[in-house]
């Protein structure tokens, strides 16, 4: 049985956790370049990073692996650290 992206996306955000990057799942992220909410990963890692932990969770990573990022704003915009992007495929 195939995975479902939100899955793949969810234990890849505790991947990055655990490895000391700020990470979480969105169930319906909206950029002001998407139309419509997508699925996404939002985090401080760098995409190489992020390509990691996808293909270190997932059973077949190639469909889940993102192919988009956009920066987004911080859950909390008064802490510090480095600028948060959302990716997606």
Known sequence: MPEDRATVYANAAGLLRRLGYAARFDPAWVGARTPRPVVALVTDAPPV????????????PEPHL?????????????KAGDPQFAFWA
Not at 49 to 60: E, F, N, Q, T
Not at 66 to 78: C, F, I, N, Y
């Open 49 to 60: 990073v992020v390509g990691y932990a996808v293909a270190m969770v997932a059973d077949d």
């Open 66 to 78: 993102p192919s988009t990022s956009a920066k987004t704003r911080r859950a909390d915009p008064g």
